[in-house]
């Protein structure tokens, strides 16, 4: 069974969507274990209450951060670790880690990259004045946000959407597309080329989006 090691920062209601997911039998996989950043992460609360081995692991307390992203790959690989899973982990992994884990590092992005890659990037669409924003799952590469396209999920962002708004809007959607690709991986199914990931097996969506909705 595939191993996963989790990586968040904060909430980890995306940590819940796949645990969820794994109960259900949705995805054939395992959480070997939670590691965070932040000792108050919420996400700490459901590792426990899932029985999940969780640890923290502060960058502070090592001396740079290339040091911090290896002693990290080492918990991973020491306990099994296949595939590393970024749930609304808030920082940027490094050389270390990528190398240990070369395209097995998932992060989820609430955006539709390459728009508005980094931090708050919901804030950004409503500020841009997108019509259409939604969010990312990826591959990690050396970059920010900028790593090879595994899914996407487009939403309409409203006129009088806020930041807390459009953010809800998209989570439902992250808390349904991580897992599925998470499962896709999980049942060898995404052939990576250069840029581009191929999805075995899978139908095609011939829905667009259009926001606002033409009428007449
Ligand atoms: C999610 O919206 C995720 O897309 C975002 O943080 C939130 C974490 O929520 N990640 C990033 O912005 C990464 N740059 P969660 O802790 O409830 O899963």
């Not at 932040?38 to 426990?48: E, G, S």
């Not at 950004?124 to 970059?143: I, L, M, N, P, R």
């Not at 897992?179 to 060898?188: F, N, S």
């Not at 011939?206 to 926001?211: G, K």
Request: glycine letters at 10%; charged letters at 20%.
């Amino acid at each position: 069974m595939l191993q996963l090691g989790v990586l968040a920062s904060g909430r980890g209601s995306n940590f819940q969507a796949i645990i969820d997911s794994i109960r259900t039998g949705y995805l054939k996989a395992a959480v070997a274990v939670l590691v965070t950043d932040n000792p108050d992460a919420y996400a700490i609360q459901r590792a426990r209450e899932n029985g999940i081995p969780w640890l923290v692991m502060r960058p502070g307390d090592h001396p740079s951060g290339d040091e911090y992203y290896e002693a990290m790959a080492e918990e991973l690989k020491a306990r099994g670790v296949e595939l590393v899973i970024l749930a609304g982990f808030m920082r940027v992994v490094k050389p270390p880690l990528l190398r240990a884990y070369p395209m097995r590092i998932m992060n989820i992005h609430p955006a539709l990259l390459p728009s508005f890659p980094g931090l708050h990037g919901q804030r950004q669409a409503v500020e841009y004045g997108v019509k259409v924003s939604g969010c990312t799952v990826h591959f990690v590469d050396e970059g920010v946000d900028t790593g090879p396209v595994i899914i996407q999920a487009a939403v309409p962002v409203y006129h009088d959407d806020t930041e807390e708004s459009l953010s809800a809007r998209i989570l439902s959607y992250e808390h349904r597309i991580f897992p599925y690709a998470i499962r896709l991986y999980a049942e060898g199914r995404l052939e990576v080329s250069g840029r581009r990931v191929r999805i075995l097996g899978q139908g095609r969506a011939d829905e667009a989006i259009i926001n606002p909705p033409v009428e007449g």
